[in-house]
């Protein structure tokens, strides 16, 4: 079999001031797609089950970047037009494997995933069976889906199961080849506006335990996806997404999609956030700290999470922790390239004086004055060992910085913290901390919740808080809860 491979993948902060233009992205293009293979990312499973059944992949064109405003049209149009060429050029193909997101937003598109799959539908015709792997916080249509012959989400949050939906996606491609246009992809759209859920305990798992039983019970049915939504955009299709990937009729399908959906909605109360300001988490934080257990006390800003869009330099928490005089505790990390730069350029040994944090607005809070001394630097080129494991990260420049006992990372690029590879690149042991502070969501977890006595979430203000009720709705085609008491969904 020939497989193509190949996508565009970004989750889109609408709200974020600045565009992403194509200088953002990370393009592989034709052979150096190759440099994914081997690792546990939806691309690098693509590639590695082809060459495990001894297929020919045809590697198009892979572009990603961290979640960020809106794409540039002109960067969009041109990633696309390479995207395609190369896959013009491939043809024929047995099949065409698309790596995606599921919230990508263009200026003059509020759905990227819908429009390049109907682009790529276009070029290799009806005949040709289509799948695509998502991150579950896209934000679906059913005009995407359409365009698909396969959809799968992944069940996970924190991602870790990301290629392996991604090798379901690209086996399926053999199963379809054999009966071409023989499914349906049906779309249950629920105007849920859900908070970052983990799927490791709780809610999550619980409904992500509900799906699966109900996409093993019935033969007749490929797959369920569960797509939590990306809250943090104002596009029409903003909400929650049931996807049934069915091999009978489409009447079918979507009664499925939205018996599934409807069940979803009788269980919302169970996802309304409950937030803890700055102050709240460090006190629960030196509580839990002080009582009997292994591990560090890990508590995570999820309103200043990259994974979301934020800039990563927001002050909230960490002013907190330096307010409290926390000690054998670490904030890992914060993102400022002028400190991580100033850092370097004085050297390990240093005393220096800086304003860090704080340089982007004034929503994710104030820079601080400190003076800080430069206890250990490193290149901030890492390997994931959690999530994505096997996949490189550059966090550009990393500087260890000491304020008063307190232990701070300074981080040149955006992005989460996803393991404990920057601390042990500059010599920090998490386990001999009473303390770990962090910038993410809920991918830490991954990396973090095996090691941790306990993990509390700080929501200060920040573009990822889990308050969506904060953000300006345009767009929206319904009503959506929490925000609106006019919000219902029925099956």
């Known amino acids: 079999m020939r497989i193509a491979i190949g996508g565009i993948v970004h989750e889109t902060n609408t709200y ?47 572009a990603w970047t961290q979640p960020s405003g809106t794409i540039d049209r002109e960067s969009y149009e041109e990633m696309k037009a390479r995207l395609l060429s190369r896959l013009s050029e491939a043809l024929p193909v047995d099949g065409v494997f698309l790596d995606l997101h599921g919230a ?51 069940h996970e949050y924190p991602h870790i199961d990301q290629h392996l939906r991604a090798r379901e996606a ?34 999550g798992a619980e409904l992500r335990d509900f799906l699966k039983a109900a996409e093993d019970e019935d033969p007749a049915v490929a797959n369920v996806s569960f797509f939590h939504g990306f809250p943090y955009c104002d596009v029409p299709q ?49 509580a839990a700290a002080e009582a009997e257990g292994d591990g560090p006390v890990v508590i995570n800003e999820t309103s200043d999470n990259c994974g979301g869009g934020s800039p990563g330099d927001g002050t909230h928490l960490l002013r907190a922790l330096l307010e409290a005089k926390v000690q054998n505790a670490c904030f890992g990390f914060i993102v400022d390239p002028e400190v991580a730069e100033a850092a370097h350029r004085a050297g390990v040994g240093a005393q220096i004086d800086i304003t860090l944090g ?22 901030g080129r890492l390997t994931l060992q ?12 990393l ?53 941790a006595r306990a993990v509390i979430t700080a929501d200060p203000p920040g573009l990822t808080t889990h308050q969506v009720a904060v953000f300006p709705r345009q767009k929206a085609a319904v009503p959506l809860w929490p925000l609106d008491p006019k919000a219902s969904y029925t099956p």
């Open 386 to 397: 959690a999530m994505a494991k096997g996949a490189r990260i550059n966090y550009g420049p």
């Open 238 to 286: 903003v909400g929650s997404h049931v996807v049934v990937t069915h091999w009978g009729d489409a009447a079918t399908a979507k009664a499925l999609a939205r018996r599934l959906a409807g069940a979803i909605w009788e269980r919302r109360e169970a996802l309304r956030a409950q937030s803890l300001s700055a102050e709240e988490a460090v006190a629960l934080a030196q």
């Open 399 to 451: 500087a260890r910085l000491q304020v008063d006992g307190f232990e701070i990372i300074v981080a040149s690029r955006r992005s989460q913290t996803f393991d404990t590879e920057p601390f042990l690149a500059l010599g920090i042991d998490v386990m001999r901390l009473a303390l770990v502070a962090l910038k993410s969501s809920n991918h830490f977890r991954a990396g973090f919740e095996p090691l």
């Open 170 to 203: 690209v086996a399926f491609l053999e199963t379809l080849a054999e009966a071409p246009g023989a499914t349906t992809v049906q779309v249950a759209s629920l105007p849920l506006l859900m908070p970052t859920t983990t799927t490791f305990h709780g809610i």
């Open 16 to 62: 974020c001031s600045a565009p992403t233009t194509l200088k953002d992205f990370s393009v592989l293009e034709g052979e150096r797609l190759y440099r994914l293979a081997g690792t546990e990312t939806q691309s690098g499973a693509a590639l590695d089950l082809c060459a495990e059944r001894g297929w020919t992949a045809l590697p198009l064109l892979y």
């Open 104 to 154: 990508g937003v263009v200026d003059g598109i509020d759905d990227l995933e819908g429009e390049l799959a109907r682009a790529v539908r276009a070029l290799v015709g009806p005949g040709v069976p289509i799948t695509a792997a998502f991150d579950l916080h896209g934000n679906i249509t059913q005009a995407m889906a359409d365009a698909l012959d396969g959809v799968f989400a992944c």
């Open 358 to 379: 704080g340089k982007t607005d004034e929503l994710h809070g104030a820079p601080l004055a400190l003076s800080a001394y430069v206890k250990a630097l490193h290149d």
